[in-house]
């Protein structure tokens, strides 16, 4: 058996081979974010055969005013929920596993699409994403607290869809990426942006709220941006301090990706170019880690999970291109 097809365990899931579809936005959302015919069709389509071992579903907002765009899957309110149990339904059908990916926008938000200017950590500059003449308004303590509520109701909202799974974007340049990045978390609060502590204590009290509403028995993931790649940004050792404290705090899966410079990285344009990050965190911490980009091949991924680089592979753009790309390059490995 190749490695990309040998099974794993994230928690007390046991999923069925290495390869995931990392959350990629369809915008095929419809009203308040609602779940359409589209949407089913299209991870029909992807998931077809079960070749995926596990999909991770493109990001859903945890409030209105968390909102990233206007296509955007909800999973803000308790009607979501009929609408998510039937995509969940559908994916099933096909014998993947699905985690849904919870996010909240922050600064990356815009007025047109919340009504209101957008919060973050601090009321500073975005570097990548700002689309806002005025700045984003900082947050309170009592919004900091909402921000947690809400990403623990959201998370039993998926629970009670029937995912097997709940992924936390803690990524490309969305809120928790601003509270983590030096760059943009300019707080002197025990929220500051001077102290790692301080920058993932939003973290942890999200997986701590998380973790008690959906109970031991769900797994929990994150999506970590490990690096900015920018003089004052966030950097791998910090992240592997974070990934340990991450799996201490309860996370069973975590999914390595960029952070203020979202899905890229400038550095390296090789298949699984986030590879010098995975591997660092992987020596450190004992939970599965999740490697995407670039990849397009499953010789590369074979060698890069062979390597140690990562105990899963994620592939977002070929599957995004060609829907038998997990059905081909899987019965090309079993050969």
């Known amino acids: 058996m190749s490695f990309l097809g040998s099974p794993i365990k994230i928690g007390c899931l046991d999923v069925a081979n290495r390869l995931v579809m990392p959350p990629m936005a369809t915008e095929k959302a419809q009203g308040d974010g609602e779940v359409t015919e589209a949407l089913c069709d299209y991870y029909a389509e992807k998931s077809a055969g079960g070749y995926i071992g596990l999909i991770i579903l493109e990001h859903s907002y945890i409030c209105p005013e968390g909102k990233a765009s206007k296509g955007q899957l909800s999973i803000a309110k308790d009607s979501d929920i009929v609408g998510l149990k039937k995509l969940v339904k559908t994916i099933h059908q096909h014998r993947s596993k699905v985690f849904a990916q919870i996010n909240h926008a922050g600064a990356r938000s815009k007025k047109e699409i919340i009504g209101d200017l957008p919060k973050s950590a601090s009321s500073v500059d975005h570097p990548k994403f700002a689309k806002n003449k005025a700045l984003p308004i900082e947050m309170t303590a009592a919004d900091i607290q909402k921000v947690i509520a809400d990403?623990?109701?959201?998370?039993?909202?998926?629970?009670?869809?029937?995912f097997d799974g709940v992924e936390i974007h803690a990524a490309h340049a969305y809120l928790l990426t601003q509270f983590y990045s030096p760059l943009t978390n300019k707080r002197e609060d025990q929220y500051n942006g001077y102290s790692l502590e301080g920058r993932i204590r939003l973290h942890?009290?999200?997986?701590?709220?998380?973790?008690?509403?959906?109970?031991?028995?769900?797994?929990?993931?994150?999506?970590?941006?490990?690096s900015d790649y920018a003089t004052g940004g966030a950097t791998i050792e910090d992240s592997i301090l974070a990934g340990e404290a991450f799996e201490q705090a309860g996370v069973d899966l975590l999914d390595i990706s960029g952070g203020l410079i979202s899905y890229i990285n400038p550095n390296n344009s090789a298949q699984g170019y986030f590879s010098d990050l995975t591997e660092a965190i992987k020596k450190k911490v004992s939970i599965p880690v999740l490697l995407t980009g670039g990849i397009i091949d499953a010789a590369a991924a074979e060698k890069l999970l062979q390597e140690e680089k990562a105990d899963m592979i994620g592939v977002g753009r070929a599957i995004l291109k060609d829907s038998e790309w997990a059905k081909r390059m899987m019965m090309l490995l079993d050969k």
């Open 151 to 162: 990403f623990a109701a959201a998370a039993l909202r998926a629970k009670k869809a029937g």
């Open 204 to 226: 942890l009290e999200i997986i701590a709220a998380v973790r008690q509403a959906v109970g031991s028995d769900f797994p929990i993931a994150l999506r970590l941006g490990a």
